[in-house]
């Protein structure tokens, strides 16, 4: 009980402790911090446009922040949801010519699937190299987000330009595959729902599902999983995929619920973030969920502050620099703490 | 044994050492003070020598290097007879130089109180008399010696008075010379014990595992060559065998972790060497492993779900795609309750049982796969007299059942006092082979020098 107070009053403080830095920046500044953070707060919690800017910012986060989420339980460090993003939108767009034949109510989930799928592929190249080659992961998924982005900015320069041919953007995507505003005149799309019942789904997959389980064992202790007959090897494909394809939804997510159009920097680092959405979510589906909120709406109110107080949004992402830090040394005093555990434990005569 | 060199705080009490208080130590002031500890796994850097280790655990590590300093060293080495070339590397020394290593390091630091943490665990009869007569060399030079022991005959035999401990207090502490060993036993586990150890049935004649010449496939541990044995229903086989000889590897290649390099392993008229673990374990073979911390259980995990980790080939929770949460903690619960692990439910940690409850519970759940035959690796490490006693009496009944047993253990006593026959396990070969009812010195010989006598 003392435990769940305790990590209940530190979640709370995150919040509240980056809003004090935001005001002591803003005041270094020589600006109004009151100002600044009143329209932090009404341009991402004031009203229904304010809301509504929160969810879609939160959306990629969400989809993105699960899919790393699973990678790390498994004891996978993916890294390349920023890449994986990209491959989603990219291959979406590719065949959307393709796509957009098909009735509306068929074209968004093949547009999915096509999303999932490439993300999976640019995630199975990183597994592959792990498994079969003993490449680290954590190298070969950060080279792989520079290839998936100059790729995506090569396309859009060249093969998927624009019909007229002048400017670096693709075409717009077929109406039939934009998705549907839920509350207009808000930007509220549907794939906000998609990605809240995608938490719910990797919830039941983590900890209701035996494949959930062996995946989490082998993120666990590698050691005890072999010796229950667990194949940590196959593990590692599963969360690599799984990572991958809720990665590449994301992308399709923003693709075909905001931009409607991919273009060069198409991701502001989403993928990135995403992985502060899932240490800060402490890799649950619902803590990633109300991380994925929190940061979508310091990014959401970032941009009110820029344009009613003047303030420059890199404020926020420093804001998002210090919560990564913190949530990382926490987890790494709770490793020591386990770890203090199992050394007590060897000790006992 | 924490407390006492600073590792935990007291929460209240003191300490009172060579006529200073202290309420809380350190780690410092406590070698600072003149008490040494070995620990049970020793830290040493591998790649140093000898000399160049007991000087990192010095107060002076330069000073320690120099001619003087070296010459202090061989003085020691000479006046309690730690017999070991300190230019020596220590990747190279077997388990027992090693320790010494550790003794020189606390000694030459000036420790006046040595506290010793399960020093024979790791060692031969014969090496473990070699210690003991160190110690008493050093009893007699004035060194108080504190030596933590589960080995009641070892306790008795080097100790002038026996101190035991039962759940955090002291039982019972008295000369040694005036307490009985079943004084001692039944003190630390709080009742009578049963006398004589398990009492075992008479083996059948079915063969149940066959194992035919097989061999490592390769790794970084001791290999096995060439080893078989047949193991009958009802029959215990004990593999006897100093720590390193190969049992890593044989419990591996038995249990199905790692796949034999050749040879056949036949369970029933059934060949499973292409089999996993999992597989194994649906077709009868059940695996206790010999580290339940790294091996058997997942400590940040409930232990409804460490039940999961051993049991999930036999597909008994899955309904459809979800798991059977209720199922699992329900059989979850009926192993708590039968095992009597005290104080838990499913939904407690792995990592917050004590270590004896942990071993009942990874036990409970292996035998509750309803196995045929049994690979058990060290059981009972590091478990009281009571769970020792409960570990056994439960792979007596196994046998008695018509089951089988492979025990695999570094603990002579435990191999002894359990086994239909005992195969000696030594540099990877079987060196040795007794009956039941072999005697102890015969065995620790074929252990230390890999010939039968």
Redesign the interface.
């Known amino acids: 009980m003392n435990g769940r107070l305790g990590q209940l009053a530190g979640t709370l403080a995150f919040p509240l402790a980056g809003l004090a830095l935001i005001a002591g920046i803003i005041l270094l500044g020589g600006k109004s911090p009151a100002l600044g953070l009143a329209a932090l707060v009404s341009g991402s919690l004031g009203g229904a446009f304010a809301l509504a800017e929160t969810a879609i910012r939160a959306c990629p986060l969400l989809l993105a922040g699960l899919g790393v989420a699973v990678a790390f339980r498994a004891g996978v460090w993916n890294i390349g949801a920023e890449g994986q993003i990209y491959f989603g939108a990219l291959a979406v767009v590719a065949l959307a010519p393709v796509l957009g034949l098909l009735p509306a109510a068929a074209a968004v989930p093949a547009a999915f699937l096509v999303a999932a799928a490439a993300g999976g592929f640019w995630a199975w190249v990183p597994a592959f190299l792990r498994t079969r080659r003993g490449v680290q992961e954590v190298i070969s998924t950060i080279m792989l987000n520079f290839i998936a982005i100059q790729l995506v900015s090569w396309c859009v320069h060249g093969p998927l330009k624009e019909s007229s041919g002048q400017f670096p953007y693709s075409d717009e995507i077929p109406a039939s595959l934009m998705l549907p505003r839920l509350l207009p005149p808000t930007r509220l799309h549907l794939g906000v729902l998609f990605a809240v019942a995608a938490a719910a789904v990797v919830w ?1 997959f983590l900890f ?3 494949r959930g ?2 995946l ?2 082998v993120g ?2 590698p ?9 940590t090897e196959r593990s590692v494909w599963e969360a690599m995929a799984v990572s991958g394809a809720l990665a590449g939804l994301a992308g399709a997510v923003q693709l075909m619920g905001v931009s409607h159009i991919l273009f060069e920097k198409f991701s502001p680092g989403y993928g990135y973030t995403a992985i502060a959405a899932a240490l800060l979510g402490g890799l649950h589906p619902v803590g990633v969920a109300l991380a994925s909120g929190l940061l979508g709406a310091l990014e959401a109110g970032a941009s009110a502050m820029q344009r009613e107080a003047g303030i420059s949004t890199v404020i926020v992402y420093l804001v998002q620099g210090v919560i990564i830090l913190s949530v990382a040394h926490q987890a790494a005093r709770r490793r020591a703490a ?1 770890e203090a ?2 050394q ?6 | 044994m924490n407390v006492a060199f600073g590792f935990v705080r007291p929460d209240s009490g003191e300490i009172v050492f060579d006529g200073r208080r202290y309420a809380a130590m350190t780690p410092q002031a406590a070698m600072a003070a003149g008490i040494g500890m070995v620990h049970q796994h020793f830290k040493l850097v591998e790649e140093f020598t000898v000399a160049e280790n007991v000087a990192l655990g010095s107060a002076d590590y330069r000073e320690a290097l120099t001619p003087s300093g070296q010459s202090r060293l061989r003085t020691i080495i000479r006046d309690t007879g730690l017999e070991v070339d300190p230019r020596a590397r220590v990747e190279d020394l077997p388990v027992g130089l090693r320790q010494r290593v550790e003794i020189l390091k606390a000694l030459f630091r000036g420790s006046r109180l040595l506290i010793l943490d399960e020093p024979t665990a790791v060692l031969t009869p014969q090496e473990t008399e070699e210690l003991f007569r160190v110690l008493r060399r050093l009893r007699g030079q004035g060194t108080g010696i504190i030596l933590i022991t589960h080995k009641l005959g070892e306790a008795l035999d080097i100790s002038d008075r026996v101190t035991v401990l039962r759940q955090g207090r002291c039982v019972l502490s008295c000369p040694a010379a005036e307490v009985q060993q079943a004084r001692i036993a039944s003190a630390m586990v709080g009742r009578d014990l049963l006398t004589a150890g398990p009492v075992l049935p008479e083996p059948g004649d079915e063969v149940l595992l066959e194992v035919r010449n097989i061999s490592s496939a390769g790794g970084d541990q001791q290999p096995v060559l060439d080893i078989s044995f047949t193991l009958r229903a009802g029959e215990i086989l004990g593999i006897a065998g100093v720590e390193g000889n190969g049992q890593t590897a044989l419990a591996d290649i038995l249990a199905g972790v790692t796949p034999p390099g050749g040879g056949s392993l036949m369970l029933g008229d059934r060949e499973i060497s292409p089999l996993g673990v999992d597989g194994r374990l649906r077709e009868g073979l059940s695996h206790i492993p010999g580290d339940r911390q790294t091996q058997a259980l997942l400590l940040e995990f409930p232990l409804w779900e460490n039940m999961l980790l051993g049991r999930w080939p036999l597909g008994e929770f899955s309904r459809g795609p979800l798991l059977d949460v209720g199922g699992l903690a329900e059989v979850t619960r009926e192993a708590i309750g039968a095992y009597g692990i005290r104080g838990a439910t499913e939904r407690t940690l792995a990592m917050s049982l004590s270590g004896g409850n942990q071993q009942r519970f990874v036990v409970a759940r292996q035998m509750g796969a309803g196995p045929r035959v049994v690979v058990a690796v060290n059981p009972t490490r590091g478990l009281d007299v009571g769970a020792i006693e409960y570990v056994h009496a439960r792979l007596a009944e196994h046998c008695g059942r018509g089951g089988a047993v492979v025990l695999i253990s570094t603990d002579l006593d435990e191999v002894l006092a359990l086994s239909h026959r005992i195969l000696v396990l030594y540099r990877g070969r079987v060196a040795a082979e007794y009956p039941r009812g072999a005697r102890r010195e015969d065995v620790g010989l074929a252990m230390a020098t890999g010939r039968a006598s």
Request: hydrophobic residues 45%.
């Open positions: 039941v209701r599902t035996l389980f062996q989490r064992a666990a202790s050691e005890a999983a072999a010796h229950a007959g667990i194949p386990t555990i199992r007590r434990g060897a000790q006992e005569v």
